[in-house]
């Protein structure tokens, strides 16, 4: 039958894991990624979650409605391309998986 010694033994170390994965996400939340398109005419700063904290738009571009939306629409993806990358990375050390799970990131 079961042995109660390792189910105790593996309910601690889910919640240490899950523990870990908590205190990662809130690192993940103070880190900054900037990402700069247009030559720098654009700077779109996201955490580690992806989500955007900050933007810093160049005069030259409020001109040229186009030229903004495609820069936004390139800066905002690219960051939170890089953002996914580490987020995946992070959790995926505090969980204590192995490396190489290339479809890890898409979970998130």
Known sequence: MFNLGNIAELMKQVKNMQENV???KEELKK???V???GGG???IIVNGLGEIIDLEIDDSLLQDKELLKDLLLS???EAQNR???EMAEKLQKAAGLPGGLGGL???F
């Open 22 to 24: 908590e205190k990662t």
């Open 31 to 33: 880190e900054k990624i």
């Open 35 to 37: 990402v700069e398109v």
């Open 41 to 43: 005419m654009l700077k």
């Open 75 to 77: 800066g905002i993806n």
């Open 83 to 85: 953002a996914k990358e």
């Open 105 to 107: 990131s898409n979970l």
